[in-house]
Structure formats: structure tokens, C-alpha cells
């Protein structure tokens, strides 16, 4: 699958260069979504992680050194979320903080203290009794799949060093102004040249595995008679949990068209297949009636049925809604960099340009040029 990356970032290096230095042991810089907050980690591969590294990090990040884990790992380690409800604003998947028992380790904070608790996060001889809890380093589990999941850091850290043929695991930690302020793209420039450090933004990561990888497969595709008329069924089976998407379009379009989109939450898929078929459901009638009205359209239903903790966040806020005398059942929320999925079911439907159907707060989605993705238009429902 090819993607065009629409930004030009001609001050950013390429991300093949950026996955040769983590394979030779460097640190590279990593930048978010210019639309968003344009904040940089430095990053490395755990695996490769010295003390010099990490006191790097120190004097020149300032911000906290966290370690980027796999799920499968952190299970292995018996490593859990620090909260079941995360209300962190990018849902980042902290674990609780670990320290190396003995084999060196002191106090935990020093820089060879904190190199040898990451080393040992990735050492397959590392068991669960072999690190105390609380301690100096920060765990965060990565989604599977990467960034073509969900783009963060995190899961931007998991695939340079996979990319780099290393253990998928990796140390970053956010860049700060020596006033303490956040280190935005200017500055971030101005550091990765400093230190004569490459500097690339998860934008291209994502257009780069774009290039290489894909998460789903389609296992379904029939015309669907409708409540709503007669619908296009395609149903999207995701490569890393076996979890199965649904799109519903309606009309033909070409790829430089702008299309009536929404990309939506849902816990169960069957629950929509019935609402589909005969139950009531006001906002989906109302979305369903604006491609209607347009004569075409997509709505894609990305099936968050295994996120327990998402689950448990909407039962929280439930129990809390019941004590004012309400009882409806909150919306699922889903994590704001959680694209991926929705948007690689966006490229196979040739989707480019997105008029997105949303009553929402009007924001951008990180990584959307690197998907090759562009909303034009947000339309009410």
C-alpha cells in the first residue's frame, strides 16, 4: 500500500536513516503532529540503552524517562496498568514504576541504575520477582500494531526498534526548554543539530509502515438491505487480535472526492447489525439520513470489545451519572490517536478526503497527513 505523504518536511530526516542509528545504538529525536502540540521525545531502543544514554535524556529531555513495552511483554512481567480508570487526556498506558533488584542497582535513580532496569526489561532471563515495585522507571504498554494503531511515542518507540531488527522495546522521554517549558519544533530543530541527532515526526512513520505493513483483512463484502436503504457490507478483519471492523458505504466516489464520513466506536458489532435491522438508535438515524440525503457516503464501525478498561471508565462514569438521576449509559470514548484501524479501512474503501460527520469538537487527528488522509469539512447530524 502506497502512501503520499502530502508534507514536505524538508528540515526532518528520513525515517530509514532514523531506523539505522537505533540499530547502531543512537538517539534519535521523534516529533508529533504539527496540529497538535508538535512535542519531541528523544527515543532509543531499550535494547542499546546505556547509562551515558540515559543521562543524556536527563540533562538534555528533563521530562520522564519511561520505557515503551510491548502487551505481550508487560503480561510476561506481570506488569498492570498503574489506573484502571485513565483519564490521562492521551490515554497513555502507564504501568506501575519498576526498579532492577540487586545485580547492581543501588538506589534506582542513578543513570546506570535506570540503564540496567531497562536492559532488564528486555532481557527474556527477566522474571516478575526480579523488579520491585514502585521504582525510577515508567513502563507504557504499546498497542499492537504500532503507529498504524494508535500514534504515539510509545508505540512509535515499539517500531524503530522492530523496524531495526531489535527488540521491540524502547526508552524516550519528552524535551524540555532549559526554562522548563515544552520544546516545540523550532527548538526541537535547534537541539537535533546541536547534538548532531536525527530528527523525524510520527506523521512519516506512519507513511513509511503505510508503505510495508497492513492490519486488516477483508472477510466480507456483500450489498446490505437496510433500514436506512440498500448499503454496502465490508467487513474488516484486524490482523493483530483478530477483532472484526465494519463499513457501511452507500454510492461510488473517486479517490479525489471529498466523502461523507464517520468513523464510529462500538462495543459489540452484533448490537449494530440489529440496530441496522429493526432497533431505534437516533444519532445513527441521523447520520445514516445525511449520506441519504448525499447519495453517498461511509460510516465505519471500529469494535472496541476488548478494551476492558475502556469499559471500565464508561461504568464508572455510569455509576457516577446514576447518583444524579441519570441513567444513560455514557459514549464509548475512544483514545484520540486510536486511528489507525478506522483509517487503514478509510484506504481501502478509496477514501482520501474526508467531509466529517461529527457534532463534536472540530479537531485534528495526529498522524492524519501520514495516513494520506485529509478532512475537509466537519458536517453536523
Not at 497492513?214 to 478483519?237: H, M, P, V, W
Request: hydrophobic fraction near 40%.
Amino acid at each position: 500500500m502506497t502512501v503520499q505523504n502530502t508534507k514536505k518536511s524538508t528540515e526532518l530526516n528520513s525515517i530509514s536513516a532514523a531506523i539505522e542509528d537505533i540499530r547502531n545504538g543512537k538517539i534519535i529525536i521523534v516529533v508529533d503532529d504539527e496540529n497538535r502540540e508538535n512535542e519531541g521525545d528523544f527515543l532509543a531502543a531499550a535494547e542499546k540503552v546505556t547509562p551515558e544514554m540515559i543521562n543524556f535524556m536527563a540533562t538534555h529531555g528533563r521530562g520522564l524517562i519511561c520505557a515503551p513495552l510491548t502487551e505481550k511483554r508487560c503480561k510476561e512481567l506481570d506488569l498492570h496498568v498503574m489506573v484502571n480508570n485513565n483519564t490521562d487526556p492521551m490515554e497513555t498506558a502507564f504501568t506501575v514504576s519498576v526498579d532492577l533488584r540487586g545485580k547492581g542497582v543501588t538506589t534506582g535513580i542513578s543513570a546506570g541504575d535506570r540503564a540496567l532496569t531497562i536492559k532488564a526489561l528486555v532481557d527474556k532471563d527477566t522474571k516478575s520477582f526480579d523488579l520491585a515495585r514502585p521504582g525510577h522507571i515508567f513502563p507504557l504498554i504499546a498497542k499492537e500494531g504500532g503507529v498504524l494503531r494508535r500514534t504515539g511515542h510509545t508505540e512509535a518507540a515499539i517500531d524503530f526498534a522492530r523496524l531495526a531488527g531489535l527488540q521491540p522495546a524502547g526508552v524516550i522521554v519528552e524535551i524540555m526548554n532549559e526554562d522548563g517549558t515544552m520544546a516545540r519544533l523550532p527548538q526541537l530543530l535547534e537541539v537535533a543539530k546541536k547534538f548532531d541527532i536525527k530528527i523525524v515526526s510520527i506523521e512519516d512513520l506512519v507513511a513509511y509502515r503505510m508503505e510495508h505493513d497492513s492490519l486488516i483483512e477483508i472477510k466480507e463484502d456483500f450489498n446490505l438491505q437496510t433500514r436506512f436503504g440498500d448499503f454496502r457490507l465490508r467487513a474488516y478483519q484486524q490482523t493483530t487480535n483478530n477483532q472484526v471492523h465494519i463499513a457501511l458505504t452507500k454510492g461510488s466516489w473517486s479517490k479525489d472526492e471529498a466523502i461523507l464520513t464517520r468513523v464510529n466506536s462500538t462495543l459489540v458489532n452484533n448490537d449494530i447489525l440489529g440496530t441496522l435491522t429493526n432497533n431505534a438508535d437516533k444519532k445513527l438515524d441521523q447520520m445514516f439520513q445525511v449520506i441519504n440525503d448525499e447519495g453517498k457516503g461511509a460510516i465505519i464501525f471500529v469494535n472496541q470489545q476488548n478494551q476492558s478498561q475502556n469499559l471500565l471508565s464508561r461504568l464508572a462514569t455510569l455509576k457516577e451519572n446514576q447518583k444524579n438521576g441519570n441513567i444513560k449509559a455514557p459514549e464509548i470514548k475512544m483514545d484520540n490517536k486510536d486511528f489507525g484501524i478506522g483509517a487503514q479501512i478509510l484506504h481501502d474503501l478509496n477514501i482520501r478526503q474526508l467531509k466529517l460527520i461529527t457534532n463534536t469538537q472540530q479537531t485534528k487527528r495526529v498522524g492524519m497527513i501520514g495516513y494520506g488522509l485529509e478532512i475537509v469539512d466537519y458536517v453536523g447530524y
